[in-house]
């Protein structure tokens, strides 16, 4: 598979097979992406691999949890920017409602919408989850070298034939977290990634994700 | 180097390139790159990423006026953070003795280290830079985010044959840089340019060894059998 499929075909799948993973297959995947560029070679990221009973024991301590509301949430990091203009308020809307119009769950219906949003800590039925860490004294360039390994990672996936979800909603429950895996108190959580086999045919991974047209997002001069 | 035809392949075969030929990038191939790109993900599809890509005269204009101007002071943002921890300054140097050792350039032969840190300024003489900046209001994981999509970017130039730079090194003249653009100072933050071309294969600091941890003590694998 070639980058160009790779990043096509990729989605954030949501509904995954019941079907294991090796760890041979992922393995082969990190090691590759060990080689993912980096500022200063700074190497910034992290990971745990859970998959079996730990990702089980993690999957009930938040089932635990989700019942006690905002009040249990504790990212370390603010998820969305607090002011939003343009595009960027529309598009935050959009792929939401556009997730939801595919499982037809209208918008009055918030006991289905938050049944689908937990979804997320049972990592949608992917038998692994990637949980990623970095140390606190990393500054917002580091996160960047963070995002290249992730989207690394992504990509190489799917040349094994795997899907993936890149989830910080984790965030939110990083204290249930560190409960379940040891992460260095002076490293910050960031996200989990969701990984296995899609199901391919489920709606929730079937509806169309906009993407902003290419000479919105560039400009180009001199060619 | 030949094109890749495999995610992997795209992985082995990039490295930051610091001397490019001077065959010029069609026009089409880099949209090509740009537009698939698009699909890179992003928290709340958010797609924080915004950038220009300059070649020719607009580009030489450019790198006239950042050679003949001082480093912004304060700093659009600070890239030097992890030197805190003893291990990733250890890398920082690591790379940069291997880079010069490659060289030739001995380390107490500041002049010839300045001159090359100069050549950041027209990018290792890439015929096309790919300039990034996006609104100040993003927080951490938007600037993952933006990570996702460069990698995104320079595995697809791989794919075409293409290689290419990542340089947060030209922040040093954001504001420069986006009012040369027409970007606005007050809403958008620089990143970082991509240098974009074909390199000079036989160019030893395009061939040094490169090094990284090792998988074990980066990721840890629990409940497998």
């Known amino acids: ?96 409602e ?126 | 180097m030949t094109k890749a035809t495999t995610v992997t392949e795209a992985m082995l075969t990039r490295r930051s390139i610091r001397a490019f030929s001077d065959r010029p990038v069609p026009l089409e191939l880099i949209r090509k790159v740009m537009d698939t790109a698009r699909w890179t993900p992003s928290g709340c599809n958010f797609q924080p990423w915004e950038g220009a890509v300059l070649t020719g005269a607009p580009l030489h204009e450019l790198q006239e006026r950042m050679r003949a101007a001082a480093p912004q002071d304060p700093k659009e943002y600070s890239w030097s953070d992890p030197e805190v921890l003893p291990e990733c300054l250890a890398r920082l140097h690591q790379v940069g003795a291997d880079m010069y050792a490659a060289m030739n350039i001995e380390r107490a032969d500041k002049a010839a280290r300045g001159d090359f840190m100069a050549q950041n300024l027209v990018s290792f003489d890439a015929p096309a830079v790919l300039l990034v900046y996006f609104p100040r209001v993003m927080g951490p994981p938007q600037w993952s985010d933006v990570g996702m999509w460069l990698q995104s970017v320079m595995l697809l130039l791989r ?28 809403s958008h933050i620089f990143f970082c340019g991509i240098a974009i071309g074909y390199r000079v294969e036989d160019d030893p600091v395009n061939q040094f060894d490169r090094k990284r941890e090792e998988l074990d003590s980066k990721v840890r694998f629990l409940g497998f059998e």
Request: proline share 6%.
């Open chain 2, 159 to 186: 794919d075409e044959g293409l290689d290419s730079c990542p340089q947060e090194f030209l922040s040093i003249h954001a504001r420069l840089i986006k009012d040369f653009l027409g970007v606005s100072d007050e």
């Open chain 1, 1 to 96: 598979m070639d980058v160009s499929a790779a990043v096509a075909t990729r989605r954030s799948i949501r509904a995954f097979l019941d079907k294991p993973v090796e760890q041979a297959q992922l393995r082969r995947v990190m090691e590759k992406a060990q080689a993912a560029p980096s500022g200063g070679n700074t190497q910034p990221w992290n990971a745990v691999m859970l998959t079996g009973t730990p990702l089980q024991k993690l999957f009930d301590l938040v089932a635990a949890t989700i019942p006690q509301g905002l009040m249990a949430y504790s990212a370390e990091y603010p998820i969305y920017p607090a002011e939003l203009e343009g595009r960027y308020a529309d598009q935050r809307f959009a792929v939401g």
């Open chain 1, 98 to 223: 556009a997730m939801y119009a595919a499982l037809g769950i209208p918008r009055e219906d918030k006991d289905s919408r938050r049944d689908v949003f937990a979804n997320n800590f049972r990592a949608f039925g992917a038998p692994v989850l990637m949980l990623v860490h970095t140390p606190r004294y990393m500054g917002l360039p580091q996160w960047s070298d963070i995002g290249m390994w992730l989207q690394t990672v992504l990509l190489l996936l799917r040349e094994e034939g795997l899907d993936s979800c890149a989830q910080e909603a984790w965030a939110i429950y990083q204290k249930q977290i560190r409960e379940v895996v040891e992460i260095p108190d002076d490293h910050i959580f960031f996200c989990g990634v969701a990984i296995g086999w899609g199901d391919r045919h489920a709606a929730v991974n079937n509806f169309p994700v906009p993407r902003v047209g290419l000479d919105q997002a560039v400009q180009w001069e001199g060619f």
